[in-house]
């Protein structure tokens, strides 16, 4: 099993781009959690689905953040436009059994510039 | 107040020695507790999980749960250089199936 994959691994934009992360879950796991690292804030969730539907996306900072879960394989986080306090590292973490046995992906540093 | 609060050390602690990472939560609701473990440049990794009062039991990893302290704690023992890390305290209650993570409190173990 090759895991959570995300990408990309790391990305550098400019203010006020749109800047979107990608996420593929474990075959089989019906739940995928988003969550964003930073080191004053730690690790905050920002949304989470539960096969492909999103149940809870209090954590979304604003309206220029958005998730989709389009299938049971794919997920995606957009932020538009981008600002430098979006800076962080993004990680996608799935699960088979909500918040039992999360396994987390190997991130994305975002750095807006 | 914080939802589940650590002390962001450094905690220092020599080679052999047993490491005692604690955490406090805020909500009474909760039911399941976990410890994951993060090196500098990686993703967190769950090492262990306990659901009631008392102390479970790891390898060299123990945890420990009081509800009615709203505390829980994992300790190391004979700690090793590789335990060097940041530990994540997380807990979840049981009506949202989501984990509210601690800031983490980076330990140090120094040959």
């Known amino acids: 099993d090759a895991g959570v994959i995300q990408s990309p691994r790391h990305e550098v934009t400019e203010m006020g781009q749109e800047v979107t992360l990608r996420c593929k879950p474990i075959?089989?796991?019906?739940?995928l959690f988003w969550y964003r690292q930073t080191m004053m804030r730690g690790l905050e969730l920002l949304i989470y689905?539960?096969?492909?539907?999103?149940?809870?996306d209090s954590g979304m900072p604003e309206d220029r953040f958005s998730a989709k879960m389009p299938n049971a394989s794919f997920s995606t986080l957009k932020i538009q436009p981008s600002e430098p306090r979006d800076s962080a590292v993004y990680f996608c973490a799935s699960s088979v059994q909500g918040a039992y046995g999360y396994t987390f992906g190997s991130g994305t540093r975002l750095t807006v510039v | 107040q914080k939802e589940v609060e650590q002390n962001s050390g450094p905690l220092s602690v020599p080679e052999g020695a047993i490491a005692s990472l604690n955490c406090t939560y805020s909500?009474?609701?909760?039911?399941?507790f976990f410890w994951y473990r993060q090196y500098s440049g990686k993703s967190p990794e769950l090492i262990m999980s306990?659901?009631?009062?008392g102390d479970k039991e790891d390898g060299r990893f123990t945890a420990q749960l009081n509800k009615a302290s709203q505390y829980v704690s994992l300790l190391i023992r004979d700690s090793q250089p590789s335990d060097s890390a940041t530990y994540l305290c997380a807990v979840n209650v049981f009506r949202f199936q989501k984990l509210v993570f601690g800031t983490g409190t980076r330990l140090l173990v120094s040959p």
């Open positions: 909500d009474r609701g909760s039911q399941s």
């Open positions: 306990i659901y009631s009062n």
């Open positions: 689905f539960n096969n492909n539907v999103p149940i809870d």
């Open positions: 075959s089989g796991h019906d739940y």
